[in-house]
């Protein structure tokens, strides 16, 4: 079975704090995202990456950015935590190619 | 650009009747498509997929959809649902070949009681 996993499940920050969410999968996969999901909103994109040290802003970037320096890590840095920040974020993988994405099981943030 | 618009946000139903949970997308362009299910304080699971082939799809937990390409649609039924089926669910479409990232609908609500 493939294996999404985040390194949190819940976190409380205070504003301006630097936050980093961890993630890895298991699958060899080439594609890592990220996602927030809000209440009303559904999931939205903040970044991607189809490959080791590259990655591509998704719909809402700002305030955000990214790393990955293996293959199987994806990390979501938030440089200076706001409270607009707060809500819950997903990491997913999948192969190159049509196929589906696997999730995590998210990290609820919240930032006081 | 691509949308998917999941025409209802809350589904109520009694256990043991039929549900449809509508989704209808743009694209102009060939499509995947997908329905994922959210359990409160969970990732998502994928419940079926719509790559190629047959348009009927069946996926877990006696889910199917069928994929409309004149209407655009990707419709989810069960023709009896179960309490625990009690969820959110997510369509989702990837365009083109490359497939990459995933264009979600903001979520259906399914709520089944006794």
């Known amino acids: 079975d493939v294996k999404v996993t985040q390194s949190s499940r819940y976190l409380v920050k205070r504003t301006g704090e630097k936050v980093f969410l961890e993630c890895v999968q298991d699958m060899d996969h080439e594609n890592m995202f990220w996602y927030r999901q809000d209440p009303g909103l559904g999931l939205r994109l903040i970044y991607f990456?189809?490959?080791?040290?590259?990655?591509e802003k998704g719909d809402i970037p700002e305030g955000y950015s990214v790393s990955r320096e293996k293959k199987e890590r994806f990390s979501l840095i938030l440089e200076s935590a706001s409270t607009n920040q707060t809500s819950m974020y997903l990491c997913?993988?999948?192969?190159?190619?049509?196929?589906?994405?696997?999730f995590g099981p998210g990290t609820r943030l919240t930032v006081t | 650009a691509q949308s998917v618009t999941q025409l209802d946000s809350q589904v109520p139903v009694f256990e043991e009747a039929p549900v449809e949970l509508r989704c209808n997308y743009s694209?102009?362009?060939?499509?995947?498509l997908f329905w994922y299910v959210q359990y409160p304080n969970q990732g998502l699971q994928l419940l079926l997929k719509?790559?190629?082939?047959?348009?009927l799809v069946k996926g877990i937990n006696g889910f199917e959809a069928e994929f409309n390409k004149s209407q655009t649609s990707f419709h989810l039924r069960k023709p009896s649902v179960h309490i625990s089926d009690t969820a959110e669910y997510f369509c989702a479409v990837s365009e083109g070949q490359a497939g990459t990232a995933l264009i979600f609908g903001k979520g259906t609500t399914l709520s089944v009681s006794s």
């Open positions: 719509y790559l190629s082939g047959s348009t």
């Open positions: 997913a993988s999948k192969s190159a190619g049509p196929y589906e994405q696997y």
């Open positions: 694209s102009s362009v060939s499509v995947y």
């Open positions: 990456s189809y490959d080791v040290k590259m990655k």
